[in-house]
Structure formats: structure tokens, C-alpha cells
């Protein structure tokens, strides 16, 4: 008969549509390689509280390597006929080692596994996360120096604002993947407790250990109420935010190359090997990567929504509806991994247009506002400063001129406070040497933050 786990209380075989309809294995497949983990403890647990003894306690476990090595070399026969990976491990189990394999399910549920074996997969992936968040901020803290005194435009509103260096902008960048950074370690946090002990809904009547299993598999703590632990999902809509957020943040980093890249803007080169041509338009090469990032971001907050909505309803405890939380998230990390571990290789690659990065740093009137605070350090109340310099942007407009085109004669026909010196304020290098404060653009200001970031990256294996 199919399905032989809770069979005997039925007398009809499940139906062929509905056992495809409901198994799971083809989505948790990838989770046995954690579910054999947590059964190791589990049954070692067993054996410390007396319910199975040492000869079982190592016939078992050695049964769940062997099952462990056959999965490994994809030699394991899945079946769907047992519906999902935790029942195919313990039906493998049985099969080789026979029916002392039929052990291994007392005092837990595939409710409470199911659940431990899903955060023990995310905070293995939380890790993996933050390897490659802090090899991107690595990459960007190390051009940032780089290109610390590199001019680059400013945008507000996607116009023309004040020169800045293309380091700092660089640095805004690490700032973004700093908050997901520090994101990621609250979810790991959150995620890192351990459900398992709970069983189905209520707890067991056997005396266990859930300690020695929380610390067997690194687990910070045990969960607390075991009707919450089995129905508990947050952790998986956590990750999922935090997979939105990530995105959202490449996303916009993507839209800046794009536009960059567009040679009217003309700022920067992405490496060929990042790129691609068109089949019609032999001139073409286009920042598909780039847009594809910034594609692929709907689909993973369309993951978040998805997640949030599947549990809104849901009454305690376990519900079959969270089966499907699996695809979800697993597809929202799949596409946010395969972003993150592109968009750091390409940035490196990126060459800076440095003379038209300059040409356009000091265009549209850029150093306006350097102006109107050189007239308000002469005393001049800044709203009067900003309404003079209104001006006199006016005046350049009429006459097809910059800033630094007017001679001190004609700057001083809107204000007398103007001296000669002035011509050490208007252009874009001195703008933003003269912004030198923590977290502003100054080459300076930029090296000694990048030195931090990468003082800091340090203690992760990443070398100065
Ligand atoms: N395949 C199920 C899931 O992923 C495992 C738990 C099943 N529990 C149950 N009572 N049917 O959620």
C-alpha cells in the first residue's frame, strides 16, 4: 500500500492525483542533507534520555550516514509515494537497516521537524549571505579608495545637483548592503531557536533533552510555547524581507549603471564579458545584467507577499498550507544568490569616464550652493545668499556661461561681499575637498571611511 506511514488507519489507497497533488519532495528535496543532521541529534538525544540504547544508538546512525552518502551520490530512490524528504530519509533508513530505523520518530512530529530542519537550511544560507554582502563591500570599500578624488555628478531628482566623488558614491552603495548586513544577522538571530521537542502540537510525554539537541546543532535556544513553534513561520517572512530588501538595493544600484552606461550619460564601462549585443543592431552593447537585476527584484517581493499571505489566515498549529512556503522562499534565494554573486563581479569591472565624470560634475551650475555659503560666511543671511545666487545662475543661463566663466568684476555687480578669492570656491575639486566631515564626499573623508570598512571586513578573512 502507498504510503505505509499512516496508512493502517485507512482503508483505501490515497488517490494517484492526490499524492502528486500533495507530495512535497520535489520542492524539500534539497533539505535532507539538514533533515539527516537534526535525526543524528534527534536520536542521539534518544539514547542520552534512555529511550533507545547505545548498540541501537550507533546502528542508527550509521544506517543515516550511509543513507546520507547514498543521497550524496544521487543514489538514494526518492519516492513520492512517501510524499516528502523527511518521510523518504526515514523509509531509506528503514530499508537498511530495518525495522530499528522505525525508532527514530519517537517523541517528535514531522511538524516540529520539518520546521527545525527549515531554519537550520535558512541560517546556513544567512551565512552564506554575508560571505558575499561583505565580499561586495570589500569590492566597493577597496574602488572607493581607488577612485577617491575621482569627480563625479551628483543627482537630486536624476538632474545635475553638486559634484561629489565617485568614491563617496561608491560608499552610499556599502552603506545600503551595511543595513542588509546588519539585517541578515537579526534573522539569523530570530531564525537560530530550536522548534524541535514540540512535536506535533502539544509537546511529548517522554521525558527528552532539547537542549542537548539545541546545542548539538548550534541552535542559541529552545522555542518556548510548542504550539507556537510548529505554526511559527516568521523567520521564513523575515528572510524573505530580507531577500525584498537586498534586491531593492541592487536594483537601484543596476538602475545607476544603466544610466550610466547610456552614452548620453557616459559615465562608466561595464566589461564585455557582462554584456551583450543585439541580433538586429550590430552597434549595440547593453547592460543586461544590470536590468536583469532590476527585473528579477519584482519576483522576489512577490515571494514576501506571497509568504505573508499564505500565513495570514492560517488558525494554530500546523497547517498543510505552509508546505508551500518552501518554494517560495527557496526561489526568492535563488534569484536573490544568483544576484548578489554577480553584481559584485561586475562592478569591479567598471571603467570610470573620468573626463566627462569631471565635465559634468562642474556643469548645470554645480557649485551654486558653495557660492551662496561663501556669502553667508561673509555674514550674509543664507535665504538672502540663496536668492543672490538665483540670480546670478540666471544671468549665466541668459548668457550660455558657468559659474566659474564670470570674472570677480561681474560677480561683484550682484554682490560686493565677493572677493577673489572666491575662484578657490566655485570649482567642483574645490567643492568637494571643502566637504570634509564624517560621511561626506572629500577625498579625505572618503579614504578614512573605506579605511574602516575595510579595518572592519578585516576580522572576516578579508585582507587590506
Ligand atoms: N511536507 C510537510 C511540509 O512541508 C511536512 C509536514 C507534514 N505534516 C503533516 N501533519 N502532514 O509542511
Known sequence: MKNVTWSSRFTKQIDAEVLEFSQSLSIDIVLYDVDIRVTIAHVEMLNKCGHINLSECKKILAGLRKVKKLADSGKLPWSVDYEDVHMNIENALVKNIGDLGKKIHLGRSRN?????????????????????????????????????????PGFTHLQIAQPVTFGHHLLAWNEMLSRDEQRLENTRKIINILPLGSAALSGTS?????????????????????????????????????????????????????????????????????????SIMPQKKNPDVAELIRGKTGSVYGSLMAILTLLKGLPLTYNRDMQ???????????????????????????????????????????????????????????????HVVGKIVKFCEKESLELIDLSLKQLQKFSPLIGKDIFNVL????SVKARRGLGQT?????????????????????KK
Not at 216 to 245: E, I, P, Q, T, W
Open 206 to 278: 517522554l521525558k527528552i533533552d532539547r537542549k542537548m539537541i539545541a546545542k548539538k546543532l548550534g541552535f542559541d535556544n529552545v522555542s518556548k510555547n510548542s504550539m507556537d513553534a510548529v505554526s511559527d513561520r516568521d523567520y521564513v517572512c523575515d528572510f524573505a524581507h530580507n531577500n525584498a530588501m537586498i534586491m531593492m538595493h541592487l536594483s537601484r544600484i543596476s538602475e545607476e549603471l544603466v544610466l550610466w552606461m547610456n552614452p548620453q550619460f557616459g559615465l562608466v564601462d561595464m566589461d564585455e564579458g557582462f554584456c551583450t549585443g543585439s
Open 427 to 430: 570649482g567642483p575639486e574645490a
Open 112 to 152: 516540529d521537524l520539518v520546521t527545525t530542519d527549515l531554519r537550520l537550511y535558512l541560517r546556513d544560507f544567512i551565512d552564506i549571505y554575508l560571505y558575499k554582502i561583505r565580499e561586495t563591500k570589500y569590492v566597493l570599500a577597496t574602488m572607493a579608495i581607488e577612485f577617491s578624488d575621482s569627480l563625479f
Open 442 to 462: 572629500s577625498p579625505a573623508s572618503v579614504i578614512k571611511q573605506a579605511d574602516m570598512i575595510l579595518d572592519n571586513l578585516k576580522k572576516y578573512g578579508f
Open 324 to 386: 508551500e512556503d518552501k518554494s517560495l522562499i527557496l526561489e526568492s534565494i535563488d534569484t536573490t544568490m544568483a544576484c548578489l554573486s554577480l553584481l559584485p563581479r561586475l562592478i569591479a569591472t567598471l571603467k570610470l569616464n573620468k573626463k566627462k565624470a569631471e565635465k559634468m560634475a562642474g556643469s548645470s551650475f554645480s557649485t551654486a550652493t558653495d557660492l551662496a555659503e561663501y556669502l553667508s560666511k561673509q555674514g550674509m543671511p543664507f535665504r538672502t545668499s540663496h
